[in-house]
T-cell receptor, first 115, second 111 residues
Framework: SAVISQKPSRDICQRGTSLTIQCQVD?????MFWYRQQPGQSLTLIAT?????????ESGFVIDKFPISRPNLTFSTLTVSNMSPEDSSIYLC????????????FGQGTRLTVV | QKEVEQNSGPLSVPEGAIASLNCTYS??????FFWYRQYSGKSPELIMS????GDKEDGRFTAQLNKASQYVSLLIRDSQPSDSATYLC???????????FGTGTRLTIIP
Protein backbone atom coordinates (compact mmCIF):
# COMPACT_ATOMS: atom_id res chain seq x y z
CA SER A 1 0.00 0.00 0.00
CA ALA A 2 1.03 3.62 -0.47
CA VAL A 3 2.23 5.89 2.31
CA ILE A 4 -0.25 8.74 2.61
CA SER A 5 0.70 11.88 4.48
CA GLN A 6 -2.09 14.22 5.42
CA LYS A 7 -1.66 17.52 7.20
CA PRO A 8 -2.48 19.20 9.39
CA SER A 9 -3.49 16.36 11.69
CA ARG A 10 -5.74 18.68 13.64
CA ASP A 11 -6.67 22.32 13.83
CA ILE A 12 -8.96 24.65 15.70
CA CYS A 13 -10.29 27.44 13.50
CA GLN A 14 -12.45 30.50 13.87
CA ARG A 15 -15.78 30.56 12.11
CA GLY A 16 -15.70 32.38 8.80
CA THR A 17 -12.13 31.40 8.03
CA SER A 18 -10.81 28.74 5.64
CA LEU A 19 -8.50 25.78 6.11
CA THR A 20 -6.56 23.92 3.44
CA ILE A 21 -5.75 20.26 4.05
CA GLN A 22 -2.96 18.60 2.12
CA CYS A 23 -2.65 14.97 1.03
CA GLN A 24 0.67 13.67 -0.30
CA VAL A 25 1.23 10.11 -1.51
CA ASP A 26 4.64 8.50 -1.94
CA UNK A 27 3.73 6.83 -5.25
CA UNK A 28 1.52 7.48 -8.22
CA UNK A 29 -2.09 6.57 -7.61
CA UNK A 30 -5.10 6.31 -9.85
CA UNK A 31 -7.80 7.89 -7.77
CA MET A 32 -7.84 10.33 -4.87
CA PHE A 33 -10.92 10.98 -2.80
CA TRP A 34 -11.91 13.22 0.08
CA TYR A 35 -14.24 11.99 2.80
CA ARG A 36 -15.81 13.59 5.82
CA GLN A 37 -16.55 11.77 9.06
CA GLN A 38 -18.78 13.69 11.43
CA PRO A 39 -18.62 12.84 15.13
CA GLY A 40 -19.90 9.35 15.84
CA GLN A 41 -20.82 8.71 12.22
CA SER A 42 -19.55 6.85 9.20
CA LEU A 43 -17.67 8.24 6.23
CA THR A 44 -19.33 10.36 3.57
CA LEU A 45 -17.66 11.02 0.24
CA ILE A 46 -17.20 14.71 -0.51
CA ALA A 47 -15.61 14.48 -3.95
CA THR A 48 -13.26 12.70 -6.29
CA UNK A 49 -10.11 14.73 -6.94
CA UNK A 50 -9.33 14.62 -10.66
CA UNK A 51 -5.84 15.30 -11.86
CA UNK A 52 -5.66 18.52 -13.86
CA UNK A 53 -9.39 19.12 -13.93
CA UNK A 54 -12.26 20.06 -11.66
CA UNK A 55 -13.19 17.66 -8.91
CA UNK A 56 -16.37 15.60 -9.11
CA UNK A 57 -18.61 16.45 -6.16
CA GLU A 58 -21.19 14.26 -4.48
CA SER A 59 -24.71 15.40 -3.81
CA GLY A 60 -24.78 17.97 -1.02
CA PHE A 61 -21.22 19.19 -1.54
CA VAL A 62 -20.29 22.17 -3.71
CA ILE A 63 -17.06 23.56 -5.08
CA ASP A 64 -17.48 26.96 -3.45
CA LYS A 65 -17.53 25.38 -0.02
CA PHE A 66 -14.99 22.60 -0.63
CA PRO A 67 -12.60 23.62 -3.41
CA ILE A 68 -10.24 20.77 -4.33
CA SER A 69 -7.05 20.74 -6.30
CA ARG A 70 -5.03 17.86 -7.71
CA PRO A 71 -2.12 19.26 -9.71
CA ASN A 72 -0.40 15.89 -10.17
CA LEU A 73 -0.79 12.17 -9.52
CA THR A 74 0.51 12.26 -5.94
CA PHE A 75 -0.86 15.44 -4.33
CA SER A 76 -4.24 16.94 -3.57
CA THR A 77 -5.68 19.65 -1.35
CA LEU A 78 -9.12 20.17 0.13
CA THR A 79 -10.13 23.59 1.38
CA VAL A 80 -12.98 24.03 3.82
CA SER A 81 -14.21 27.57 3.17
CA ASN A 82 -16.12 30.05 5.30
CA MET A 83 -16.24 27.57 8.15
CA SER A 84 -19.04 27.19 10.65
CA PRO A 85 -19.24 24.92 13.71
CA GLU A 86 -21.17 22.40 11.57
CA ASP A 87 -17.96 21.83 9.61
CA SER A 88 -16.31 20.35 12.67
CA SER A 89 -15.41 16.85 11.49
CA ILE A 90 -12.60 14.56 10.53
CA TYR A 91 -11.55 14.98 6.91
CA LEU A 92 -9.87 12.03 5.26
CA CYS A 93 -7.90 11.61 2.08
CA UNK A 94 -8.16 8.22 0.35
CA UNK A 95 -6.29 6.74 -2.60
CA UNK A 96 -6.60 3.72 -4.90
CA UNK A 97 -4.55 2.08 -7.66
CA UNK A 98 -2.67 1.48 -9.84
CA UNK A 99 -1.21 -1.46 -7.93
CA UNK A 100 -3.79 -1.62 -5.17
CA UNK A 101 -6.42 -3.75 -6.93
CA UNK A 102 -9.16 -1.16 -6.27
CA UNK A 103 -8.40 -1.30 -2.56
CA UNK A 104 -8.54 2.11 -0.94
CA UNK A 105 -6.21 3.37 1.75
CA PHE A 106 -6.61 6.37 4.00
CA GLY A 107 -4.44 9.13 5.31
CA GLN A 108 -4.28 9.82 9.02
CA GLY A 109 -7.12 12.31 8.82
CA THR A 110 -7.50 15.94 9.83
CA ARG A 111 -9.56 16.64 12.92
CA LEU A 112 -11.12 20.06 12.45
CA THR A 113 -12.84 21.99 15.19
CA VAL A 114 -14.56 25.26 14.31
CA VAL A 115 -15.26 27.65 17.17
CA GLN B 1 -32.98 2.95 1.57
CA LYS B 2 -29.30 3.25 2.36
CA GLU B 3 -27.01 1.66 -0.21
CA VAL B 4 -24.95 -0.20 2.37
CA GLU B 5 -26.44 -1.18 5.71
CA GLN B 6 -24.85 -2.73 8.75
CA ASN B 7 -26.24 -4.02 12.01
CA SER B 8 -25.33 -0.97 14.02
CA GLY B 9 -24.60 -2.77 17.27
CA PRO B 10 -22.89 -2.24 19.55
CA LEU B 11 -21.77 -5.85 19.63
CA SER B 12 -20.08 -7.43 22.63
CA VAL B 13 -18.28 -10.77 22.32
CA PRO B 14 -16.29 -12.70 24.93
CA GLU B 15 -12.59 -13.08 24.33
CA GLY B 16 -11.83 -16.20 22.31
CA ALA B 17 -15.30 -16.39 20.75
CA ILE B 18 -16.29 -15.70 17.14
CA ALA B 19 -17.48 -12.20 16.28
CA SER B 20 -19.88 -11.99 13.36
CA LEU B 21 -20.42 -8.71 11.55
CA ASN B 22 -23.02 -8.34 8.82
CA CYS B 23 -23.67 -6.00 5.95
CA THR B 24 -26.30 -5.83 3.20
CA TYR B 25 -26.31 -3.73 0.07
CA SER B 26 -29.05 -2.55 -2.23
CA UNK B 27 -27.30 -1.97 -5.57
CA UNK B 28 -26.92 -5.16 -7.60
CA UNK B 29 -24.22 -3.37 -9.58
CA UNK B 30 -22.00 -3.46 -6.53
CA UNK B 31 -18.84 -5.29 -7.42
CA UNK B 32 -16.22 -5.11 -4.70
CA PHE B 33 -16.55 -5.13 -0.95
CA PHE B 34 -14.23 -4.15 1.83
CA TRP B 35 -14.06 -4.35 5.58
CA TYR B 36 -12.27 -1.59 7.43
CA ARG B 37 -11.36 -1.45 11.09
CA GLN B 38 -11.31 1.93 12.79
CA TYR B 39 -9.93 2.47 16.24
CA SER B 40 -11.17 5.49 18.13
CA GLY B 41 -9.40 8.62 16.93
CA LYS B 42 -7.71 6.82 14.04
CA SER B 43 -8.38 6.54 10.33
CA PRO B 44 -9.93 3.40 8.77
CA GLU B 45 -7.58 0.49 8.15
CA LEU B 46 -8.33 -2.04 5.41
CA ILE B 47 -8.49 -5.58 6.78
CA MET B 48 -10.30 -7.57 4.09
CA SER B 49 -11.41 -7.22 0.49
CA UNK B 50 -13.68 -9.62 -1.36
CA UNK B 51 -14.75 -9.61 -4.98
CA UNK B 52 -16.42 -12.95 -5.73
CA UNK B 53 -19.01 -15.18 -4.10
CA GLY B 54 -17.84 -17.41 -1.31
CA ASP B 55 -15.40 -17.16 1.55
CA LYS B 56 -12.03 -15.50 1.78
CA GLU B 57 -9.82 -16.22 4.75
CA ASP B 58 -6.88 -14.25 6.10
CA GLY B 59 -5.60 -15.35 9.46
CA ARG B 60 -8.37 -14.99 12.04
CA PHE B 61 -10.57 -13.08 9.59
CA THR B 62 -13.01 -14.58 7.09
CA ALA B 63 -15.05 -12.47 4.69
CA GLN B 64 -18.12 -13.96 3.07
CA LEU B 65 -19.94 -12.63 0.03
CA ASN B 66 -23.29 -13.76 -1.31
CA LYS B 67 -24.25 -11.66 -4.32
CA ALA B 68 -27.60 -13.39 -4.79
CA SER B 69 -28.63 -12.35 -1.28
CA GLN B 70 -26.68 -9.06 -1.45
CA TYR B 71 -24.98 -9.93 1.78
CA VAL B 72 -21.43 -9.51 3.07
CA SER B 73 -20.12 -10.66 6.41
CA LEU B 74 -16.93 -10.66 8.42
CA LEU B 75 -16.10 -13.35 10.94
CA ILE B 76 -13.36 -12.84 13.50
CA ARG B 77 -12.23 -16.06 15.14
CA ASP B 78 -10.53 -16.25 18.52
CA SER B 79 -11.50 -12.66 19.26
CA GLN B 80 -8.92 -10.61 21.11
CA PRO B 81 -9.34 -7.39 23.11
CA SER B 82 -7.29 -5.67 20.41
CA ASP B 83 -10.14 -6.42 17.98
CA SER B 84 -12.32 -3.93 19.84
CA ALA B 85 -13.01 -1.22 17.28
CA THR B 86 -15.63 0.02 14.85
CA TYR B 87 -15.89 -2.12 11.72
CA LEU B 88 -17.00 -0.46 8.50
CA CYS B 89 -18.37 -2.30 5.50
CA UNK B 90 -17.91 -0.58 2.14
CA UNK B 91 -18.72 -1.38 -1.46
CA UNK B 92 -17.98 -0.08 -4.94
CA UNK B 93 -19.96 -0.27 -8.14
CA UNK B 94 -18.36 -1.79 -11.22
CA UNK B 95 -16.30 0.80 -13.07
CA UNK B 96 -16.34 3.26 -10.18
CA UNK B 97 -13.78 3.15 -7.41
CA UNK B 98 -15.51 5.44 -4.94
CA UNK B 99 -16.55 3.70 -1.73
CA UNK B 100 -19.98 3.73 -0.17
CA PHE B 101 -19.76 3.02 3.54
CA GLY B 102 -22.19 1.46 5.95
CA THR B 103 -22.84 3.09 9.29
CA GLY B 104 -20.33 0.87 11.07
CA THR B 105 -20.60 -1.66 13.90
CA ARG B 106 -18.84 -1.04 17.17
CA LEU B 107 -17.36 -4.27 18.48
CA THR B 108 -16.19 -4.78 22.04
CA ILE B 109 -14.29 -7.91 23.04
CA ILE B 110 -14.82 -8.67 26.70
CA PRO B 111 -11.78 -10.18 28.46
Amino acid sequence: SAVISQKPSRDICQRGTSLTIQCQVDSQVTMMFWYRQQPGQSLTLIATANQGSEATYESGFVIDKFPISRPNLTFSTLTVSNMSPEDSSIYLCSVTGPLMNTEAFFGQGTRLTVV
Amino acid sequence: QKEVEQNSGPLSVPEGAIASLNCTYSDRGSQSFFWYRQYSGKSPELIMSIYSNGDKEDGRFTAQLNKASQYVSLLIRDSQPSDSATYLCAGTIFGNEKLTFGTGTRLTIIP
